[in-house]
């Protein structure tokens, strides 16, 4: 086996066994985020996590997130439209753009 191969081969190893964890120091399970992805955005609690997806509930789809730093840190948006009360809505990891942990009440009315 050559040298690229190998080195290949446990590249993909390495990343296999860093996507298997269940929680990271950032994503942990219970806590609500305000996600970007890169077509939208999204707020919900974290009920689980794998090598291909985040998993949400309480979840919504925010629009139009209106000033960023206030959406941010009060939850205040323009237009939110919330996923049906206890569905799970999963969301693709490789479309994260990013994501920040909040303490807002998340947002379940529609505006």
Same mark, same amino acid.
């Given at each position: 086996?050559? =040298?690229?191969?190998?080195?290949?081969?446990?590249?993909?190893?390495?990343?296999? /066994?860093?996507?298997?964890? =269940?929680?990271?120091?950032?994503?942990?399970?219970? /806590?609500?985020?305000?996600?970007?992805?890169?077509?939208?955005?999204? =707020?919900?609690?974290?009920?689980?996590?794998?090598?291909?997806? *985040?998993?949400? =509930?309480?979840?919504?789809? *925010?629009?139009?997130?209106?000033?960023?730093?206030?959406?941010?840190?009060?939850?205040?948006?323009?237009?939110?439209?919330?996923?049906?009360?206890?569905? *799970?809505?999963?969301?693709?990891?490789?479309?994260?753009?990013?994501?920040?942990?909040?303490?807002?009440?998340?947002?379940?009315?529609?505006?």
């Amino acid at each position: 086996m050559s =040298t690229k191969q190998t080195t290949k081969q446990a590249t993909k190893q390495a990343t296999k /066994q860093a996507m298997k964890q =269940t929680q990271t120091p950032f994503w942990v399970v219970g /806590q609500s985020y305000f996600v970007r992805t890169v077509t939208h955005h999204l =707020t919900g609690r974290l009920v689980g996590i794998d090598e291909h997806e *985040i998993l949400l =509930t309480d979840a919504a789809w *925010i629009g139009d997130d209106g000033r960023f730093a206030q959406a941010v840190a009060e939850g205040t948006f323009m237009e939110v439209e919330p996923y049906p009360d206890g569905r *799970i809505v999963a969301v693709g990891r490789a479309s994260l753009i990013d994501a920040v942990e909040v303490t807002f009440p998340l947002p379940r009315t529609q505006s």
